[in-house]
């Protein structure tokens, strides 16, 4: 029983290391990589408005 508590408490302490390790703080790519999505997500709602801008052109519409 004693052997069980033993690889127990070894294999909890080690799965909580490899948890914490992973941890890191946000590294250069990752800043780069949410920048790049904000700017795609930025000019495909400009894009959107400018479509919703022609519709409205076309049907006489003027905003």
Do not use: H, W, Y
């Amino acid at each position: 029983m004693k052997l069980g508590k033993i690889v127990t408490t070894v294999l909890l302490t080690g799965a909580m290391l490899f948890v914490l390790s992973a941890c890191e703080k946000e590294g250069p790519a990752e800043r780069a990589g949410k920048e790049a999505d904000k700017v795609v997500s930025d000019v495909g709602k400009s894009i959107e408005k400018a479509g919703e801008n022609i519709q409205d052109a076309a049907k006489g519409n003027k905003k």
